[in-house]
């Protein structure tokens, strides 16, 4: 079984940066894609950024242009670093982990524990 930790959030004035990490831990056989997602108190959880096995990436619109996924040189580890941030940003961030474009998409995937990320005007 896949464990999933999340560091990096924190409190941040609108227009500043912060950069989140995710490790990945146990076996990573079943595993291809890792992203990371967000949930706005009384929003639903929505997609954020993906990455595959082959580098490809997927944005969210809202996000894009401002954010930035990675992986590090272990497959088992991934970043987002998010750049000009605005309080719309604020959010419990989680990585996630997943077998598949299609898994990632529909949220069958493994969760970390999350981190809030707050944005401040």
């Known amino acids: 079984q896949v464990q999933l930790m999340e560091s990096g959030g924190g409190l941040v004035q609108a227009g500043g940066s912060l950069r989140l990490s995710c490790a990945a831990y146990g076996s990573m056989f079943e595993i291809d894609d890792m992203g990371w997602y967000r949930q706005a108190p009384g929003k639903q959880r929505e997609l954020v950024a993906t990455?595959?096995?082959?580098?490809?990436?997927n944005y969210a619109d809202s996000i894009k242009g401002r954010f930035t996924i990675s992986r590090g040189n272990a497959k088992n580890t991934i970043y987002l670093q998010m750049d000009s941030l605005k309080p719309e940003d604020t959010a419990v961030y989680y990585c996630?982990?997943?077998?598949?474009?299609?898994?990632?998409?529909?949220?069958?995937?493994?969760w970390g524990p999350g981190t809030q990320v707050t944005v401040s005007a």
């Open positions: 996630a982990a997943g077998s598949s474009e299609d898994d990632m998409a529909a949220m069958r995937v493994l």
């Open positions: 990455i595959n096995g082959r580098g490809t990436r």
